[in-house]
């Protein structure tokens, strides 16, 4: 028993030594074979008839197995997984060549108690007729597998359940081992130094809150100080409206007709100086520089687009000169059909424009009704509601401070119970760490802290010489590509120049037909919102008369240019002057077209 023991030893080192994710099952055996070239012919050729067997139906073992430390094997150690491998290979597949009594002798040479679990397992008859063959069916086919493998298995189940009785009876008679009497560990007591006690202050009593005193009366009231402020900000914004528009009159003076913009800018600038004159204190004229004409810096996609731009309009201008050539007729009759047909278009889009204008000044006067109304109301109830906050906040307050003093005095005590407690426990020292020593972890690649550095700074230095070098040819790439950029953007100024002189030209002809005034829209749409403004805003003023309002305090909102009064004159002369200054804006980009 003890040759077939050793044997079964060597074929369980053998399999604990292969790994199926790396190792090939034909080159482990060449080895294995090497490594046993010690031993006898015939004990050579019974352990490497096992061990590739065993690595040939490792899927059918597996099943097996695993299945046997789920269900009755819990107890038994993993270390014997490979153990119980070849004891299943031998049973299912070399039961009838070894014979009864020679697989009887390799069972008695291992531990009884396993082999007595594992067999009671393996032969039981519900499980080779159940799950066994339907698990080994999913491998190989269901014929073959009951042909070669159930079968044999249960025609030796009579021998297999005698031999458990027996190895049964064994494990019974066997006399239990004495037991050694173990040493009683004699508890010595700890020689150490009774720390002194500190003198920890107690927490002081949480203090009693004082009465608080009366909320003021200039909480309901907004200071001087505020009002002053608000008509200083507006007064400084009146100036820097009066500023831009200046500006903008001076701009636009090559559109309108002197006279009729002067009168208009003159009765402008009256009503607002008499509006904010008094009591206003004045600020630092405002400064404004016009831009001088710096040239613009194209990227290299402008660069791009414009050099194909220009690239096309020469090849389209080559193109119609060919045709003139050839003899293609004029287009002057359907020239003066689209500029009729463009005149009606403008005077239609005009009157709309005026519509949405006068709609957006009617929503507008509506929208200022309504909130002075929508004011009345919001004001009589938030002075209603505003005693009531102040009181319900001011005992919220009270109550919140008392309970946080409570839960913080609460807090010191458990901090102060802790760091006694901590005291009390012994210190351990830290631990000395060797850096040039490797861990021994049993990891591949494995190595000491010193050479992680080492390595990590070579690796570093590689890196940034390739570095180094990618970015030698990205520049050498900048500059070629810079290099063919400024040529094209020669090439885009002396086209630009080009164009601009006749773009001039095409203005000056355009401003000479724009410069007379159209007459005024006589659309009924235009009419029509034209009263309904002038009804909105006399109930407006109708409103405004029947007592001042006073908005509530609320947070100031963002000031914009186009919802305060003063801004009205502002916008009507902007829209006065914008159809000018539009239409010579419209002449330089038909220009731009007609060039394209």
Request: one cysteine or more.
């Amino acid at each position: 028993m003890a040759y077939y023991g050793k044997c079964i030893e060597t074929v369980i080192e053998q399999l604990n030594k292969f790994k199926p994710e790396k190792d090939i099952p034909e080159q482990f055996l060449e080895a294995a074979s090497t490594s046993l070239q010690t031993l006898s012919p015939q004990k050579q050729a019974f352990i490497l008839e096992v061990l590739s067997g065993c690595l040939e139906y490792r899927k059918l073992l597996a099943v097996v197995v695993d299945a046997f430390y789920v269900r009755a094997g819990w107890l038994c150690r993993r270390a014997d997984y490979n153990l119980f491998e070849v004891i299943c290979y031998l049973a299912t597949f070399q039961l009838d060549e070894l014979g009864f009594q020679l697989f009887s002798d390799i069972i008695r040479s291992q531990p009884l108690d396993k082999m007595c679990k594992f067999l009671g397992f393996l032969f039981n008859p519900l499980s080779l007729c159940s799950w066994i063959k339907d698990e080994w069916s999913l491998i190989y086919e269901t014929a073959h597998v009951s042909e070669n493998w159930i079968d044999p298995l249960m025609r030796w189940q009579p021998e297999v359940q005698e031999l458990i009785k027996q190895l049964e009876k064994v494990m019974t008679n066997q006399s239990p081992l004495p037991k050694t009497k173990a040493k009683v560990t004699e508890p010595k007591e700890f020689n150490l130094t009774v720390p002194r006690p500190r003198a920890i202050p107690v927490p002081e009593p949480v203090p009693v809150m004082t009465k608080p005193k009366p909320i003021p009366r200039s909480t309901y009231h907004p200071p001087k100080e505020q009002e002053q402020l608000e008509m200083t900000r507006r007064y400084n914004r009146w100036k820097a409206e009066e500023l831009l528009l200046k500006v903008n009159i001076e701009e636009m003076r090559c559109a309108v007709p002197r006279s009729r913009g002067t009168t208009l800018v003159q009765g402008s600038e009256k009503k607002l100086q008499l509006r904010f004159m008094p009591r206003i204190l004045k600020t630092p004229k405002l400064t404004f520089y016009k831009p001088n004409n710096v040239p613009v810096k194209l990227n290299t996609a402008a660069i791009l687009r414009e050099g194909s731009l220009y690239q096309r309009q020469v090849e389209k201008e080559l193109q119609r000169v060919d045709k003139l050539v050839d003899g293609a007729g004029d287009f002057s009759e359907f020239l003066e059909w689209q500029k009729k047909m463009q005149a009606k278009d403008q005077e239609e889009a005009l009157a709309a424009g005026e519509c949405r204008r006068l709609q957006g000044k009617l929503s507008r006067e509506e929208a200022i009704l309504a909130r002075q109304l929508l004011r009345q109301g919001n004001k009589q109830k938030a002075d209603q509601k505003k005693e009531e906050e102040v009181i319900e906040e001011s005992r919220e307050l009270l109550q919140r401070t008392a309970e946080a003093a409570k839960e913080e005095q609460k807090r010191r005590c458990e901090l102060i119970a802790q760091h006694r407690a901590l005291e009390t426990q012994p210190m351990r020292k830290g631990k000395l760490v060797d850096l040039t020593q490797i861990p021994g972890y049993g990891l591949e690649g494995e190595m000491s802290v010193v050479e992680l550095r080492e390595r990590l700074a070579l690796l570093k230095e590689t890196q940034q010489h390739k570095e180094e070098e990618k970015r030698d040819q990205i520049i050498q790439a900048k500059r070629a590509r810079s290099q063919g950029l400024q040529n094209m953007v020669e090439q885009i100024s002396l086209c630009r120049a080009a164009m601009g002189r006749s773009a001039a030209l095409r203005w000056e002809q355009k401003k000479a037909q724009s410069a007379a005034p159209g007459p005024p829209s006589q659309d009924h749409r235009v009419l029509e919102l034209r009263r309904r403004i002038e009804e909105s805003a006399a109930e407006r003023r109708k409103q405004a008369a029947s007592g001042p309002i006073s908005a509530p305090r609320a947070p100031r909102p963002k000031p914009r240019l186009l919802r305060t009064p003063r801004a009205t004159s502002v916008l009507s002369l902007r829209n006065l002057y914008g159809g000018a200054c539009a239409s010579a804006w419209r002449s330089g980009r038909d220009a731009g077209a007609t060039r394209k």
